[in-house]
C-alpha cells in the first residue's frame, strides 16, 4: 500500500502538503490537490485511521452498540444510520451486547481503544447508573437510541404509550384474558396493564406472563392454559420474534386465531405482512429514529459545549392484521392510534 511520503515522492510535493489534502484541507493550490488526490487514487491509497486518531484529529468513526443484531428491526435502523454516516464522510463499526451487560461494558473499552468521534447505543438496562457512568468515562459524544435514559440525548418511541395501544386493542376486540410474552418490567407491559386496568380494575386476575424464551416451556405453559380456559385471550408478545414464535406454538396447538387467541407483536417486521394470518403488530417510525438520532450526534460531535440533553420521543402506530383483528379476508390492514 502506497504511503504519504511515497505521494509526496511521485507528486513532487511536501509531505505536509499531501497530509492537508488527504485531510480534506481546501487551502492548497487546486492543481496541487487534483494531482496529490490522482496519485492517491491510482494507487489505492488507505488512511491510517488509528494513526490519526492518536494524532488528535477525528477518526470519522461512530460506534454503534445494539442488543440484538440478529432483529431485522435494529438491522433496518442500521441500514438508515449507515446512510446517514456516509453522507457526513463517516463509518459504523458495529458491536452486539447480547442483552449482556458484561459484554457490553467490553463493548465500549474496545470502542475506547478505537477512537471514535461518537457513540449510538441501545443499552441493555437504560436506568443503570454503572452504565451512564461508563458512558461517561468515554468523554464522546453520546446518543441512546430506542431507549430513553434521564439526563442524556434519547431518541425513542414511548413504550408505555404503545403497550396502551395494544391493550385498547384487545379489549375492543373483545378479548377480556390475557398473555403478555416477556417481562412484566418492560414499559410495554406497564403501558399494555394501565390501559387494560383501566378498563377493568381486575385485570391483574386475568393476564398470564410468559417470561421464558424458549419453545418447550411456552409450549407447556400455552397447553395448560387453554386447557383451562375456553375464553377468548389477547395475547401481547415484546416482539415480532416472539409474536412469531408464539404464532407457530398457537396452529401447533389448533387454537383458533382469532377467533380463540388474538395476537400482537411489536417492531412490525417485514414479515408481518407475509405470515398468514398476517401478523398485528406495532410499527415503529424507524428511518425517523435512526436519522435523527444521527444528525443529533452530529451536532453533538461539532458543537461539544452544547451540553442541554433533548429527548425525543417519537409516536408509534399499532397496525392491525387479522391475527388479533376480525378483518375480511379482502379488508386491508388499518392504523389505530
Known sequence: MITMTEIAKQTGVSQPT??????????????????VLACAKANGFQPNILARSLAGSRTRLIGVILTDISNSFFADLVKYMEREARLAGCSLILFNSGYDSKQEEECLHVLQRYRVDGLIAVPVDASSSRWKEQIQNLDIPAVILTKRAEGMDCVYVSHEEAGAQVGNHLWEEGFREFIFCGRPEDSKYQ????????????????????????????HRT??????????????????????????????????QIPERAGLVGFDNTYMCELLYPGLSSVSQPNEEMAVTAMRRLFHRIEHPKDSAPEDHPLKATLLCRQSSAALSPKAEPSAKS
Do not use: W
Open 18 to 35: 499531501v497530509s492537508r489534502v488527504l485531510n480534506g484541507n481546501t487551502a492548497v493550490n487546486p492543481q496541487v490537490r487534483e494531482r
Open 191 to 218: 403501558g399494555f396493564a394501565a390501559a387494560l386496568t383501566a378498563r377493568d380494575p381486575s385485570f391483574p386476575q386475568h393476564v398470564t406472563v410468559i417470561r421464558s424464551k424458549e419453545s418447550a416451556v411456552i
Open 222 to 255: 400455552l397447553n395448560d392454559y387453554f386447557s383451562r380456559t375456553r375464553k377468548r385471550t389477547g395475547i401481547f408478545a415484546y416482539n415480532d420474534r416472539r409474536a412469531l414464535q408464539m404464532l407457530g406454538l398457537l396452529q401447533k396447538l389448533k387454537i
